[in-house]
């Protein structure tokens, strides 16, 4: 039976929560409630899957701020992907690739980005997607590298790790909870001004909304010293992983290795919770194609391996 492509209109967000909540490879940051926080910032061009009346699966997709040729699944989160419950495999979803090609060519969009969801998201095995990709011709557009914990099989940490950790416990306070997100904040943003002379992609604001929305997804650990906010996480939860968001610490932090008792408290929840990885994010600069070594190594001597955020971008010219 055919699949028939439907672009996403706001009438179907709760049907679109409601597949996600039990799609195999989706997270909370499919939802539209989600996507929504973006406002207008991205033109939304999002469709889903159907057949005979029912969702198949959904597809996260907005215009590239920068190219108005070209969808992106999705430019405002950090994988996409076709979402689903495990129906779409094998040949269907070369299918689904197929369906979603016509649709955004019938738009006028020249090439799709699709950002794959990596497998440590996935509830259930589901790569059917790199395959599918792979027969349409999809080319590799873009390869980021994160580091992430196998709770179930943790390498040992660094000797430096250990030492940092026992000269954390003299001086720090491990907290949690999301009502020090505006201390995390100024720690979060001195940090990124001091180093990068940036700023959060997420405004105060914005993370308030977020927590609000997603109380039982967003969590903050964060390092006291005397009785200050001067170190902690962002932490993103799913199914199967948490992710550190973001990672804040202040000079007075460093100076006593506060993050590695913080990164402790969340490794030791996180196994607590049942949850199979710890992803600290990736460490890549310019699309992918540098890699910042002295990070990576800093996340992998808590006994972390590599995983990898592949992007893929599609023709839809082609045939």
Known sequence: MTLDVVRYQPSLSEAWDAFCENAVNGTFLHTRRFLAYHGDRFRDVSALLMQDGAIVGVFPAAEAPADPSMVVSHPGITYGG???TGALCGGRTIEAFERLREHYRADGYRRLRYKAVPHLYQVRPSQDDLYALFRIAAVRSRCDLSCTIDLNDRARPSERRRRGLKKAQKSVTVV?????????WQV???????????????????????????????????????GRVEAGVVVFKTRTAWHAQYIAASEAAYAVSALDAVFDRVIADATAAGVRYFDFGTSNEREGTV???GLYQYKHEYGGGGVVHEFYDIDLLGA
């Open 188 to 226: 979060l943003a001195d940090n990124l001004t001091r180093k990068h002379d940036a700023a959060p992609v997420h405004s105060i604001d914005e993370m308030e909304q977020l927590i609000a929305l997603f109380p039982d997804f967003i969590d903050l650990f964060c390092a006291r010293i005397d």
């Open 291 to 293: 890699l910042n070594e």
């Open 176 to 184: 949690s909870g999301a009502g020090q997100v505006r201390s995390l």
């Open 82 to 84: 076709i979402v689903h």
